[in-house]
């Protein structure tokens, strides 16, 4: 049983956080900080009167909606608007759909003076930035310090951040060219209400590379390609990196991410259901790993190049890196102090040890 000093010096540190969407994002967040002793949240954020209201109330959650549209959740049970929430809580965690960030930055949160994350959908580029910086825990955690404006890499801009600076941090100038192509899911598994096209769709542009380079270097000599696959298990991505001289062997590749945060190197997944379906099968929450995952057995090392191939489990790789960027933001811990207690929440260690195992080499 928790003593009272306890208690009492838990309330004093505890922060209010306002959930603004509870979508495929929204309501991953939510769940976590619900277990965080660090954090209350104060509610989320509905702008459709469906049943999803419902389900957030099922859970103890307050719901709030736009002033405007107070009118249409008569139905529903609300405890406010969206507008008079924000000024109870410390910070929020946007997570409206890609633009709406930016918009509800602008007349909602500067205007009241309050700290916000953002996500993948936003752009720290151009007319609508949403901010200057793109967090990436791995590369950039110090820079979210004390911040009040930060955006969180998308699943991808995620997911290749974690290949990418462990590679340099290990083979530095002898890496000359990476040249990716990112297979990307058509939707997530809840949205059911998304049909999934018979079709491979090319993606023009994508904005992958550059939201990369905003944390690797703006000259970092990276190629992103990426076409769009009906599927809505996971994102694929097949990268090769080419070397100054001969390539290091497969083995020397694995051996960097033995010990990387959200990393695990699996043998034996035909296929990326395969991990979905082992994360469900063992009562993970959402179904999800909440890391990317390197397909070992596709790993080759051929002269000057490594080709290789990780999922990314698109949902889940960035719920843990909005709780380690709000602990920089909200409570300004160094980053091996946000990091255990992020660990003490979603255990990545521990569901990196059972994909491993499971999906090890047979010999
Ligand atoms: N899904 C992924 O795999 C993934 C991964 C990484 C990053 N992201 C990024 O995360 C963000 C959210 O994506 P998502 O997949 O969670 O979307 P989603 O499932 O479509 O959910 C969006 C939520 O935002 C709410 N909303 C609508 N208008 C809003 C507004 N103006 N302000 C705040 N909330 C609003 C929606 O409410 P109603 O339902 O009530 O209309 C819904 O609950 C996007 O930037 C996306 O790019 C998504």
Not at 262 to 269: I, M, R
Not at 323 to 344: C, I, N, P, V
Request: glycine share 8%; with cysteine.
């Amino acid at each position: 049983m928790i003593n009272l000093n306890k208690w009492v010096k838990i309330c004093q540190i505890m922060k209010k956080i306002f959930v603004n969407g509870y979508g495929s994002i929204g309501s991953r967040i939510t769940s976590f900080l619900k277990d965080d002793p660090e954090i209350s949240v104060v509610g989320v954020g509905k702008y459709s009167p469906d049943e999803k209201v419902s389900i957030a109330n099922s859970r103890g959650l307050d719901v709030y909606v736009p002033e405007r549209k107070q009118d249409d959740f008569s139905d529903f049970k609300i405890a406010g608007t969206i507008e008079s929430v924000l000024d109870e809580c410390d910070l929020v965690i946007d997570a409206a759909p890609g633009g709406h960030g930016y918009k509800n930055k602008i007349h909602l949160y500067e205007p009241k003076n309050i700290p916000a994350i953002y996500q993948g959908g936003e752009s720290i580029m151009g007319s609508e930035a949403v901010s200057d910086l793109l967090f990436n825990s791995r590369a950039n955690y110090d820079l979210a310090i004390g911040k009040n404006h930060v955006m969180q890499g998308s699943c991808n801009v995620t997911g290749m951040g974690r290949i990418l600076e462990p590679l340099r941090d290990k083979f530095g100038d002898n890496l000359i060219r990476f040249d990716v192509t990112l297979v990307r899911r058509w939707a997530d598994i809840e949205q059911t209400e998304k049909k999934l096209s018979d079709t491979i769709e090319m993606t023009q542009s994508p904005h992958h590379g550059d939201d990369v380079k905003t944390y690797f270097g703006k000259d970092a000599p990276l190629f992103v390609r990426a076409i769009k696959v009906p599927t809505r298990q996971m994102h694929l991505h097949i990268m090769d990196i080419r070397f100054k001289d001969a390539a290091p062997k497969p083995s020397e590749i694995h051996e960097i991410f033995t010990n990387e945060f959200g990393v695990a190197t699996l043998w034996t997944a035909k296929g990326t259901k395969d991990v979905r379906d082992y994360a469900q099968n063992m009562g993970f929450n959402f179904t999800d790993t909440n890391m990317i995952h390197i397909h070992a057995n596709m790993t080759t090392s051929i002269g000057d190049t490594v080709q290789m191939m990780y999922s990314d489990d698109q949902t889940g790789i960035v719920i843990p890196e909005n709780h380690m960027l709000l602990q920089a933001m909200l409570f300004e811990k160094s980053y091996q102090e946000a990091f255990e207690h992020t660990e003490s929440i979603f255990h990545m260690r521990e569901k990196k040890q059972k994909l491993q195992e499971y999906f090890g080499k047979k010999d």
